[in-house]
């Protein structure tokens, strides 16, 4: 029976695309993605902004839009009277009250000031756009740190079934070393060795348990769940095979980063406008209507009362301030100038990261094949040294160096599945391609 479940076992790791078992709740990698989009606080500050953005983009906060105003006071005041007419009367007295009260309503519109306003609202929908990209990356970003998390544990998960095949082969070797001492075929030495190598086994299959559980709960983190969740993982490493250097360099074009530094390139060029803009004359008009009563207990004039509308309209003409103005858009080109620099070097990274991935990424692919051959060697070579142990034709030191050369060659196998997997996330996330 044993024997079967050690060849059961073979074929699980053989394959190391199969299905991993786990506990009762499973969680898929979608489901995770999911998870993650929807509670990461990161992309809520991301979509924060895009809101403010998006609430700025408008033509009053640009300052095209009328302004209307209104305003109203009431003084009440006393005060002593003391007037000498031009026809010889005298008024004079003390405590006199007075009351002025005084409301208007007044509209302004900005008729022209050098287009700055123009230039304004086409900044603020550039704002828009940018942080609507930079969402974007962020949305990347979090794919790529669920998907390896993930994919981490179903590594993990695979190193604990080697261990399972190690102790499964350790165990048999135990038995055999007992049989063979029952019939005075073997010494307490071997006996020694085989329960040291079992619980050697044993105390790392305990160790890859908290890897695991450890790596869940990072997993758990980084989709924003409670951490104290129980979570089962079934899947596979399927590593995208299709990707291709010329694809990935060519879709570089489209990271959210990217797009979000030539925005900011856009966003510069519209501010030197603004400043420029400011050189220029700017006409106002303004409208509105006034109310005036003024009210007196003594004096010449008792009552004055006035109403009406009014309309004028206002010219500015900047003609000196210690060329403030000048140096303003000099800083400003300096700072487009600057911006291309930025998306310059932003191209020139992630270029540089998309052929070191995508090197990382062919040669593991070229690995895994030698590898799997290399694997299956191995597992082959642990079945017969345990068959020939059984039999005496294998010593002891034979079996461990079986069970040795399976672990490393197990081990080796996922971690170039896990690296291959790991180099295609990051080149689909630098390409802006990763999805559910």
């Given amino acids: 029976m044993k024997s079967i479940r050690i060849k059961y076992l073979f074929c699980l790791l053989g394959m190391v695309c199969c299905a991993i078992p786990g506990f009762s709740q499973k969680l898929g990698l979608n489901d995770a993605i999911n998870i993650a989009l929807k509670n990461s606080l990161d992309i809520q500050v991301s979509k924060n902004n895009v809101a403010i953005s998006d609430v700025g983009n408008s033509y009053g906060m640009a300052g095209g839009l009328p302004l209307v105003t209104g305003t109203a006071s009431d003084n009440e005041s006393v005060t002593d009277v003391n007037q000498k ?11 006199a009250s007075s009351n002025t009260l005084s409301a208007n309503v007044t509209g302004s519109i900005l008729l022209y000031n050098g287009l700055r306003v123009v230039s304004t609202k086409k900044r603020l929908s550039q704002l828009v756009q940018q942080s609507e990209e930079l969402l974007n990356s962020q949305v990347q970003n979090t794919m790529a740190s669920v998907m390896t998390a993930y994919f981490d544990i179903v590594r993990q998960q695979v190193y604990a079934k080697t261990i399972a095949v190690s102790i499964d082969a350790a165990q048999k070797k135990l038995d055999i070393v007992k049989t063979q001492q029952s019939v005075g075929l073997a010494n307490n030495a071997d006996l020694y060795q085989a329960q040291v190598d079992l619980n050697a086994l044993l105390q790392s299959q305990q160790s ?25 993982i079934q899947d596979t490493i399927l590593v995208d095979r299709a990707v291709t250097l010329d694809m990935a360099l060519n879709a570089i074009h489209r990271n959210a980063d990217i797009l979000a530094a030539i925005d900011q390139i856009h966003i510069n060029e519209l501010i030197e406008k603004e400043t420029a803009a400011l050189r220029y004359p700017s006409v106002r008009a303004n409208a509105g209507y006034n109310y005036n009563r ?3 207990a003594a004096g010449n004039i008792l009552l004055n009362r006035s109403q009406g509308p009014f309309v004028n309209l206002g ?16 800083i400003a080109e300096l700072n487009t100038k600057n911006a291309e620099l930025q998306r310059d070097i932003l191209l ?11 090197q990382a990424y062919t040669s593991t692919l070229q690995q895994l094949e030698t590898q799997q051959k290399t694997f299956e060697l191995a597992r082959q070579l642990l079945d017969l040294v345990t068959q020939r142990f059984q039999l005496r034709q294998a010593t002891i030191v034979d079996m461990t160096l079986a069970q040795q050369s399976f672990e490393t ?11 291959a997997k790991s180099a295609e996330i990051e080149l689909k996330r630098l390409a802006n391609q990763l999805s559910l």
């Fill in 85 to 95: 007419l031009n026809s010889g009367e005298v008024i004079k007295r003390n405590g």
């Fill in 208 to 232: 890859q348990r908290l890897v695991i559980d450890q790596a869940k709960t990072e997993l758990l983190r980084v989709i924003g769940a409670k951490a104290d969740s129980v979570v089962d």
């Fill in 294 to 296: 003024n009210q007196v």
């Fill in 315 to 330: 010219l500015t003409i900047p003609i000196y301030n210690g060329s403030i103005y000048k140096r303003q858009q000099k």
């Fill in 348 to 358: 020139r990274d992630y270029s540089a990261a998309v052929v070191k991935n995508y």
């Fill in 409 to 419: 060659a197990a081990y080796s196998l996922v971690n170039l599945n896990f690296a």
